[in-house]
């Protein structure tokens, strides 16, 4: 299954819209101007990358339970 390649648009689309906000609210605005900066975020996003490539690489399947529950933990709905 092939899934579609994440760019940090969506990510801020994806956030400011759980936070009810327009991507040009000051909000999403400061959300942005944080993640650019913030050293910690930029480490974790790299790691959530690392983690995603790794399963596409070696093409692993996780549990029904472990999806459900990776997808819970991350605020995210299937698309399926």
Known sequence: MKH???TCKDVMHHVCESLGEDLNS???VAIKAHLDECAG???YF???EA???FYRKYNVEP???SHDRLM???G???SE
């Open 4 to 6: 579609k390649q994440v």
């Open 41 to 43: 975020c930029q480490n």
């Open 76 to 78: 995210l709905k299937d």
């Open 46 to 48: 790299k790691s959530v």
């Open 63 to 65: 549990s029904k339970d």
């Open 72 to 74: 819970s933990i991350l």
């Open 26 to 28: 000051p909000q999403c």
């Open 51 to 53: 983690t995603i490539d």
